[in-house]
C-alpha cells in the first residue's frame, strides 16, 4: 500500500492555483448576481410587482442557505468532536446492520489486527498536531479512543451541506415550473375574455332575461342529482379535477360574480378578469417561494423517515399526493356550492347567475389554509427530488435510502 501524502496547506500552494480559484468564484458570483439584477429590472419595467418581490424572496432563501453553509463549514469541527455512546449512535440508520457491514465493513477495529490499529492511531496523531478543517474528505473518528461515536463525522456534515443547497436549488426550480405550467393553463382563457367584448355574448348574456337556474349553462353543470348529497358530491368533484377543472361556464359566472362585487356596474366590457387572476397568481407564487419555518420544520421531521425499517417510499410519496387530490377536489365542490347557493334564493334567475364567494366555503373559514397546502405540496415534492439526486450523487443509484427500483419509480413518478 502506497504511503499517504498529507494535504497542502495554502503556504504550500502556488498563488497562480489560489488566483485561479478565487477568480472562477468570484466570476459565477457576479454572472449570477447580475442575471438576477437584470430580471428584477425586467421585472419592475413590466410593472411585476408581485414576482418582484418574490424573486427578492429567492435571494432570501439562497442568502440563507449561504449563512447555513458558512454555519456548516466554521462548525463541523466542533460538531463532530462531539462524543455519543454507541448504543445510542447505533440505532435509527437508514442502512441495516447486515448492509451497513457490507458496504462499510466491520464498526470496531479487533484487537488482534495490531499493525491496523497502530496505522489508525498514528493518522490520529498526525492529525492532532496538525489541525485542519475538511469538508471533503473523510477522516477517522477521535471518538473512537473514547470507545464512543461522533455525532455527526465532519464528512457527513460535508454531504449534509450538499443535500441542503440541492435542496434550495430543487425547491425554488420546482416552484417556477409549476407557476410557468399555471400561466401556461391560463392561456386559453384569453379567448373567452374577449369573447365578453362581443355583441353576441351581450345578447346571450342579457341581464333582463329571466330563467330558472338549472336552465342556465352553469346550473346544468353543477346543480343535479348528485349535488344534493355530500357523498355524492365529493365523489363527482374529485374526477372533475382531471378533466377542464376550470370550464368556460364556470370562468364566465365566476367573473360576473367578482364584477358584480367589486366594480360599478358597465364595467363587464371593460374589465379583465384574465389579468386578475394572473396577478393574484403571482401574488401567490410570492408566498409559495417563501421560507416558511413550519415547512422547513417538516423537511426535518422528513429526514426521519429515511430511518431502515420504515418504509417510507411506501407511503411518504403518497402523502403530498393525496393532500393535492383533497385540495383540487374542495375547490371543485366551492364551486359547486355556489350553485346550490344561488338555487337556495329562488329557482328563476335574472341574467347571469349571480355567484357570491365567501370564506366560509373553506375549511376554518382560511382561504389562505389551501395556499399553505399547496406550499407544503410543493416543497415536499422539491424535498422529494432533491433528496433522489443527493443521494444518487453521494452514494450512488443503488444505495440504503432506495434500495430498489420500485422505491426511484415511486418516488419521481408520484412527485
Not at 497542502?8 to 468570484?26: D, H, Q, R, Y
Not at 442502512?95 to 484487537?111: F, L, T
Not at 353543477?222 to 363527482?236: A, G, R, Y
Amino acid at each position: 500500500m502506497a504511503d499517504q501524502v498529507k494535504e497542502k496547506t495554502l503556504e504550500e500552494t502556488s498563488t497562480w492555483a489560489v488566483a485561479v480559484v478565487c477568480f472562477v468564484l468570484l466570476l459565477i458570483s457576479i454572472v449570477i448576481e447580475k442575471l438576477i439584477h437584470k430580471i428584477g429590472s425586467w421585472f419592475k419595467k413590466k410593472n411585476k410587482k408581485a414576482l418582484y418581490e418574490a424573486l427578492e424572496k429567492v435571494k432570501a432563501e439562497l442568502m440563507l442557505m449561504g449563512f447555513i453553509s458558512l454555519l456548516l463549514t466554521i462548525g463541523q469541527g466542533y460538531i463532530s468532536n462531539i462524543c455519543i455512546p454507541k448504543n445510542i449512535a447505533a440505532s435509527m440508520h437508514p442502512c441495516s446492520a447486515s448492509e451497513e457491514a457490507r458496504k462499510y465493513g466491520k464498526k470496531d477495529v479487533p484487537k488482534e489486527d495490531e499493525e491496523e490499529n497502530l496505522r489508525r492511531k498514528l493518522l490520529q496523531l498526525v492529525d492532532s498536531l496538525i489541525p485542519r478543517r475538511s469538508l471533503a474528505t473523510k477522516g477517522y473518528d477521535k471518538c473512537a479512543e473514547k470507545g464512543k461515536v461522533a455525532f455527526v463525522s465532519a464528512y457527513g456534515m460535508h454531504q449534509l451541506h450538499i443535500f441542503i443547497f440541492v435542496l434550495a436549488v430543487c425547491h425554488v426550480i420546482y416552484c417556477i415550473v409549476t407557476y410557468a405550467l399555471g400561466k401556461t393553463k391560463m392561456r386559453r382563457w384569453k379567448k373567452w375574455e374577449e369573447e365578453t367584448k362581443t355583441i353576441e355574448y351581450q345578447y346571450s348574456h342579457d341581464p333582463e332575461r329571466f330563467r330558472f337556474a338549472r336552465d342556465t349553462s352553469f346550473g346544468r353543470r353543477h346543480l343535479s342529482f348528485w349535488s344534493k348529497s355530500t357523498i355524492t358530491l365529493w365523489i363527482v368533484c374529485f374526477f372533475r379535477q382531471f378533466f377542464r377543472s376550470v370550464t368556460k361556464v364556470d370562468y364566465l359566472t365566476l367573473r360576473h360574480g367578482f364584477i358584480m362585487a367589486h366594480l360599478a356596474p358597465g364595467s363587464d366590457a371593460r374589465f379583465d378578469f384574465r389579468k386578475y387572476i394572473q396577478r393574484s397568481l403571482e401574488e401567490d407564487f410570492k408566498t409559495i417561494v417563501e421560507i416558511n419555518p413550519v415547512i422547513w420544520f417538516i423537511a426535518v421531521l422528513f429526514l426521519l423517515t429515511n430511518t431502515n425499517g420504515l418504509n417510507s417510499y411506501l407511503w411518504l410519496p403518497f402523502i403530498p399526493f393525496i393532500v393535492i387530490l383533497i385540495v383540487g377536489t374542495k375547490l371543485q365542490v366551492i364551486i359547486t356550492k355556489l350553485g346550490l347557493r344561488i338555487q337556495e334564493k329562488g329557482d328563476v334567475v335574472k341574467g347571469t347567475p349571480l355567484v357570491q364567494p365567501g370564506d366560509h366555503f373553506f375549511w376554518f373559514g382560511r382561504p389562505r389554509f389551501i395556499l399553505f397546502l399547496i406550499h407544503l405540496v410543493l416543497f415536499t415534492n422539491a424535498f422529494q427530488l432533491a433528496f433522489f439526486v443527493w443521494s444518487t450523487y453521494e452514494f450512488g443509484l443503488k444505495n440504503c435510502f432506495h434500495e430498489s427500483r420500485v422505491d426511484v419509480i415511486i418516488r419521481i413518478s408520484i412527485g
